[in-house]
């Protein structure tokens, strides 16, 4: 029996794996607290799919809706339906009026869900996904070398 809630911490492991088999690979990061920020589809204990839920006012944003490979024909489209649907409740629930999110090309069939639920593709453009350890490690990095702007001497340099 599918059915569809929340994610427990319990489950980041099947929430990264889902999201390693659409390429996306993430190492380390803090997966507690799942719950309130992930939905999953469930056949028993097994995620069959996740979306990340990004509250917010006016804009809510569902992202990296994943979904397991071996689910295929109509057992995808209801599981895809399934999420998507009750993502889209939560939402409206929380006090947002509008959602958001990026549909990977390799979904045609969600782009064409979200367009016949009056979705509108805005543009295009590249997500990307950046660990924030190694992007605050890298900040004061420019072309890969150390800024060196700082000054020793006490005195102010124009």
Known sequence: MMN???????????IKA???????????GDWRGLGKTWMCVRDGEKILACIAYHPGIPFARLDYLSIDRDVTGLSKARVVRSILE??????????SSFVSGVVPYDLPDYAEFLRKRGGQQINEGF??????SDVLKRRNEVYGRLKNNHIDDGHSHT
């Open 86 to 95: 009750a993502a889209f409740a939560v939402c409206a629930l929380q006090g």
């Open 4 to 14: 569809v809630g929340w994610a427990r911490d319990e489950d980041a492991d099947q």
């Open 18 to 28: 889902l999201l390693a088999a659409d390429g996306l690979h993430l190492e380390g």
């Open 127 to 132: 997500i990307f996904v950046a660990s924030l």
